[in-house]
Structure formats: C-alpha cells, structure tokens
C-alpha cells in the first residue's frame, strides 16, 4: 500500500525567506506524485504534480518541488514567501495499479511572518 | 475543463437525519470518484471509492451502511450520511481522477457538514 508522510506539522517562516517542506512516499514503483495546498475552510488547489521526465517540477505561485528516486523524496519549495502562501500543504501520491487511490500525507502548516 | 460541481457547500442538520451530498462532473464523464472525510486540523482521509454502475468501494473502518455512495450515472455520484450524528461532523471532499489519474485529480470545493 503506498504511504505519504510530511514530517513537520508545522513551519513558521519569515516572509521573504525562502520554503522548503519535506515528503517522503512509500511504494513499489514511481507513483503520480502531488502538492496541494488548502487555505482555512476551503477546497484543495493543485500546485504541481510529477508523474514522469524532468525531476523538477514548476508549479504555480512560485513553487517547484524535486523528485528524488533515491530518497523517495517529493520536497517542496519556493525562494521567497509571501504572507499569502500561509496555509496548510498537502503532498499527495497516487497510483494506477492502486486503483487510482490519491493518499494525503499529514499535511504541514505554514505560518508567515511579518 | 475538467470541473466537478459538489453540493451543498454547507450544510447543517439535526442528530438522526440523513443527509446527501452531490458531486457532479460537469463537462466530462466519470466512472470512478473518491470520497474523503476531513476532520479540523487534520488530513484528507479516502472513504470510497465510487464506481459508476456498480458497488462503491469502501475503506476499512468505514461504515458503509452509514455512509451510502450512489454513482448511477456517468456524471454524478452521492454520498448520503445516514442517521447523522455529531461525530460526523466533517468536511466531505469528493475527487476524480482524470485519464486513471495519468492527468492528476480534480476536487469538488466540499460540503462542510455539522451535526447539532
């Protein structure tokens, strides 16, 4: 069965500053990998997503996340925050032979600070 | 494209009704669609699977005999909460996934639901 785990629960990070959050995902083959993100009372909004080719991925507002084999890794990133991107992120794996389940990892929730 | 319309967004309801919720694709068909539960502060946690014209899918510890999925047509798909009750408050999020997931997943915008 594939798993998604997001270490931090939570980030406070100073706007300007640069982002990084951290998923690690576990199973057999390369899944369809996603970032989401869900702002208070909302729905999900996609940020990007890897399914094959080129390790980095761009996204939209900014964001780009690496896909590691190795480390079976989906690390997300942007270089400089903004006071918007607070909110909860939501990194996601998903798989064909899965029956096309999407499984969410724990979510992490990102604190801007002025 | 690609859009799938969930109804209600809000809904609140008395301890012991039932309550549907609707999650249409509006410009596409769809056999499969997920369900997911949220509770506050946590993540996305996958019910069911909904499959157009046969049995949903359910996932363990998940009652299916509370939480009812109708999929009987290609473009709409129902989760019914039978016998509400407060521990059912949640938000519901329904999703499909687009070419078998090789082109992502679209969400509904969820049905926040709260049980007095």
């Known amino acids: 069965a594939q798993s998604v785990t997001q270490p931090d629960i939570h980030i406070t990070v100073s706007e300007g500053a640069s982002l990084e959050l951290r998923c690690n995902y576990s199973y057999g083959a390369t899944p369809y990998l996603f970032w989401y993100v869900q702002s208070p009372g909302q729905g999900l909004q996609l940020l990007l997503k890897?399914?094959?080719?080129?390790?980095l991925v761009q996204g939209i507002k900014g964001f780009e996340a690496e896909f590691k084999r190795s480390q079976s890794s989906f690390n997300l990133r942007k270089p400089s925050v903004h006071w918007s991107d607070a909110a909860e992120y939501f990194c996601a794996v998903g798989a064909k032979a899965a029956g096309n389940k999407l499984t969410f990892g724990g979510g992490t929730r990102v604190l801007v600070k002025p | 494209g690609a859009v799938v319309s969930q109804h209600p967004s809000r809904v609140i309801c008395k301890s012991g009704t039932s309550v549907k919720i609707e999650c249409r694709s509006l410009?596409?068909?769809?056999?499969?669609m997920f369900w997911y539960r949220q509770f506050p502060k946590q993540s996305l946690m996958l019910m069911a699977t909904s499959n157009e014209g046969s049995k949903a899918t359910y996932e363990q510890g998940v009652e299916k005999d509370k939480f009812l999925i109708n999929h009987a047509s290609l473009t709409l798909s129902t989760l019914t909460v039978t016998s509400a009750h407060p521990e059912d408050s949640s938000f519901y999020i329904c999703s499909v996934p687009l070419a078998n997931g090789g082109n992502g997943y679209t969400f509904g915008s969820g049905t926040r639901l709260t049980v007095v």
């Open positions: 890897y399914f094959s080719g080129d390790t």
């Open positions: 410009d596409f068909q769809a056999t499969t």
